[in-house]
């Protein structure tokens, strides 16, 4: 079992097994095409905030409220973040999480290719190779026995020091 890195964007769907996709990024949707593997080519998933439930819960414990769900406006329904809601995806689609073996080879990667902000989330989880990337990284599906949450700017200053 090996520890992985990943920045696991906010709009991706929740960190999962079965959400374990990886795309070609910087690529425009030409040529093949396939069902997104996400939302099953709905163009929307479950809202992750209420749980498709549209409303949440707020209050002191015996005298909860329900609040309409802010993420979804109580649609219970949020755009697919995998597809953007078009219900394809490049058929370049792959299994497994494009992550990386050390931070610092995540780092490299990400500031080389996509724009991450301190903010962004990443996870750190351990798993099993599955493939190889678009970018020549490690495809990996998590085994969720370990994971671990920080934030790109955390860990980009962990490394500074
Ligand atoms: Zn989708
Ligand atoms: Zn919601």
Known sequence: MTTYWRVHWKHSPPF???NAWSYAYNEE???DTVNCPTCKSEGEVDCPACGGDG???????GDKRPLVCPTCGGRRK??????????????????GYSAFTTPRSL????????NAKADDPVVVFSGSQIGIGHDGE???????????WTSYGALKLSLAR
Do not use: F, K
């Open 29 to 31: 949707y030409e040529g």
């Open 107 to 114: 780092v490299r990667y990400i500031d080389a290719t996509l």
């Open 78 to 95: 949020v755009q697919c973040g995998t597809c953007e809601g078009r219900g394809i995806v490049s058929d370049r689609v792959r299994r």
């Open 138 to 148: 490690p495809l990996v599906m998590p085994d969720m026995v370990n994971v671990r």
């Open 55 to 61: 409303a949440i819960w707020v209050g002191p414990r």
């Open 16 to 18: 999962g097994r079965e």
